[in-house]
């Protein structure tokens, strides 16, 4: 079994026994359920550095990233550096983050905040609404054609964006939804984690101007953001570079402050 394939299969049990303590009617009753929400795709529109800044603190790549520095501490840091949306990942087991991460998030900060997680299942997205998420990702690889239109359409009625995330023309070709707002091409293999830059070049011109490109993974300098630039690529998501220095929304200043 791959990594993903890992994962994948954890969810599904991860997300039985959650829908058995916490039924969806229950989550609809959460107070930040009706909260209104920024848009993601909105701001990477209309900023110009783009830049997506993400929590991690760990991978199942890299082990250990930052275990050390506080969420709110990093989240604050990366919106007063610049960040156009903030990138939580709520996945405990194989990347150490948690629900209970997006509501410290939004309590904290004013921007877009996207949740980062392996959505197999509706109710996951109902989750991010009810924890108080802008915007969900949705991955390709993870989902059916017909799971992929659903869960976009699920997510739209909610008032959230939906980044939906490719690695390869096959996912593209079944993501060009009218409930997607972003296309992410992860440069990171979800099967073996390998990075490799050229794949958001590659798929670039396969992405349809109506949709905000955002380049994911192996972004480590400046240099790589402005080529990226120049394939029409408008977002730019961003963690381990950051999360792996002792202060992360200092590192994303001095980045950022790069591209302006």
């Known amino acids: 079994m791959t990594i993903l394939d890992n994962i994948t299969a954890y969810k599904l049990k991860e997300v039985a026994a959650k829908k058995e303590a916490i039924p969806t009617r229950l989550l609809e009753k959460f ?9 993601l ?12 800044a993400e929590h991690k603190r760990r991978s199942p790549s890299k082990s250990v990233i930052n275990d050390k520095v506080l969420l709110p501490e990093v989240v604050s840091g990366y919106e007063k550096a610049g960040a156009k949306g903030i990138s939580v990942l709520t996945d405990s087991n ?21 949740r980062k997680e392996f959505i197999i299942d509706p109710y996951q997205i109902y989750e991010a609404k009810a924890y108080g998420a802008d915007a ?4 390709a690889a993870c989902l059916s054609a017909e799971e992929l239109k659903q869960f976009s359409h699920l997510a739209k009625s909610l008032k959230l964006d939906v980044l939906l995330e490719v690695h390869n023309l096959e996912e593209l070709q ?16 979800l099967k073996n984690f390998k990075v490799n830059i050229e794949i958001s070049k590659k798929l670039s011109k396969e992405i349809p101007s109506d949709f905000v490109k955002i380049s994911e993974s192996g972004i480590s300098d400046v240099e790589t953001i402005k080529e990226l630039r120049t394939y029409g690529f408008e977002g730019f998501l961003i963690g381990e570079n950051f999360m792996k220095t002792e202060n992360p929304g200092e590192t994303a200043k001095q980045f950022i402050e790069k591209l302006r």
């Open 31 to 39: 107070p930040l359920f009706a909260k209104e929400t920024k848009s």
């Open 41 to 52: 795709a909105e701001a990477l529109r209309i900023s110009t550095t783009g830049i997506i």
């Open 94 to 114: 194989f990347f150490g983050g948690s629900l209970e991460d997006l509501l410290v998030a939004e309590n904290t900060i004013s921007i877009p905040i996207l």
């Open 136 to 139: 969900i990702l949705l991955i």
């Open 174 to 189: 079944k993501s060009l939804l009218p409930n997607v707002d972003m296309i992410g091409v992860n440069n990171r293999n």
